[in-house]
């Protein structure tokens, strides 16, 4: 069965950092592109920072600079390290396998796979 299991989610103070880890089985991690989307309330969902194959990155401009994205291939582990968290980046955050459309985006919205989310929330 193919899952996704997202953790590390929590509140912080602005300025804090929070690990995401998304644990995939084999077959939902050997994908060509995964990444983070968030979800704020009211908002639509966007992405946050994609990974592709072989380890090509790219990250919202509203993140680039505060957030890394990461793989572990032997654990089938995806990470989004998020540090200098501001109020705004208070969203449900959602870990995503086999995001389609083409080359590995931000821009990318639709995705094979998807985990349950785990709620980030920032307080000033």
Known sequence: QVQLVESGGGSVQAGGSLTLSCAAS??????????WFRQAPGKEREGVATIDWHGATE????????????????????Y????????????????ATGIRGGICSVVRSEANYWGQGTQVTVSS
Do not use: H, W
């Not at 084999?26 to 990444?35: K, Q």
């Open 80 to 95: 989004l390290q998020m540090n200098s968290l501001k109020p705004e980046d208070t969203a449900m955050y959602y870990c």
């Open 59 to 78: 990250y919202a401009g509203t993140v680039k600079g505060r957030f890394t994205i990461s793989k572990d291939n032997a654990k089938q582990t995806l």
């Open 26 to 35: 084999e077959y939902s991690y050997n994908m060509y592109c995964m990444g």
